[in-house]
């Protein structure tokens, strides 16, 4: 059974860092890309980030380029998204995905407030 699970989230104040992870099994983690997305209170689902199954490969969203950092290792079949100088508009609940078999975790809350 294939599962992922995101972990990390939390309040963090604007300007403030947190790190998320997804922890991956019942699957071949390094045969899959990795998405993460958010969905803001309110709002449709965003795309965030993306790698490849090797880690070689990222691209981001407009609004967290430069800020968001996207990263995994496959040795623990797990998945990072490193979030840097946070705003109040990166408020939302984050989930990672396995692309290729489109499965997803069930989310994880971050808020940004002071």
């Known amino acids: 059974q294939v599962q992922l699970v995101e972990s990390g989230g939390g309040l963090v104040q604007p300007g403030g860092s947190l790190r998320l992870s997804c922890a991956a099994s019942?699957?071949?983690?390094?045969?899959?890309?990795m998405k993460w997305y958010r969905q803001a209170p309110g709002k449709v689902r965003e795309w965030v980030a993306n790698?490849?199954?090797?880690?070689?490969?990222?691209t981001y969203a407009d609004s967290v380029k430069g800020r968001f950092s996207i990263s995994r290792d496959n040795a623990k079949n797990t998945v990072y998204l490193q979030m840097n100088s946070l705003k109040s508009e990166d408020t939302a609940v984050y989930y990672c995905?396995?692309?290729?078999?489109?499965?997803w975790g069930k989310g994880i809350l971050v808020t940004v407030s002071s």
């Open positions: 995905q396995a692309v290729e078999i489109d499965y």
């Open positions: 790698i490849n199954s090797a880690g070689t490969g990222t």
């Open positions: 019942g699957l071949t983690f390094n045969r899959y890309s």
